[in-house]
């Protein structure tokens, strides 16, 4: 016998209504999408008057603060270290980094010290240094950190910028 539809406890409350039940909340929960829905099933006229609304919405709207690139962790480096633990102390150093970007140059200094026998002191010296110079780039490029802007070049009675 099956159980009537809508028995929570039927299936041991995980049947497959409370299932799709719980997929459509979380999809319900994202704003952009239900948003799309909604302008999906709107006339072409209703469609242009919601995207007037959400740009003026965006216009009153204060733009996002951008975080600023976080101070690196310093981790001491130990007094004997492998190459690979270097690579892991790093990372965590510069956790802010994107690694993918690093990959070029540190897995070509790994692969001298694997496949060329490059002392490990050596290779890891140069991966501080190529670790040291994304960290500094990224704070260089960093928009909270730069002191060119509006808010930063006022003049000392803070009546505008100069």
């Keep these: 016998m099956l159980p009537p539809m809508g028995d929570p406890g039927g299936l041991g409350g995980g049947d497959v209504a409370s299932a799709l039940a719980a997929r459509d909340k979380k999809k319900k929960d994202d704003p952009a999408r239900e948003l799309a829905e909604i302008a999906a099933r709107l006339s072409s006229e209703d469609q242009d008057s919601l995207l007037k609304f959400a740009r003026f919405l965006e216009q009153q709207s204060p733009a996002p603060t951008p975080e600023p690139v976080p101070d690196p962790a310093p981790i001491p480096r130990p007094e004997s270290e492998s ?7 790093l990372s965590a150093t510069y956790h802010m980094l994107d690694r993918s970007r690093l990959l070029n140059e540190t897995s070509a200094l790994m692969a001298q010290h694997v496949m060329q026998g ?3 002191v050596e290779v890891i010296d140069e991966l501080e240094v190529v670790f040291q ?3 500094e780039k990224v704070v260089a490029e960093d928009p909270t950190r730069q002191g060119g802007s509006a808010e930063a070049s006022t003049d000392a009675e803070g009546d505008g910028p100069r």
Excluded at 83 to 89: G, T
Aim: net charge positive; aromatic share 8%; glycine share 0%.
């Design 83 to 89: 190459v690979i633990k270097a690579m892991r102390r």
């Design 133 to 135: 110079a994304h960290y």
């Design 118 to 120: 490059r002392p490990a």
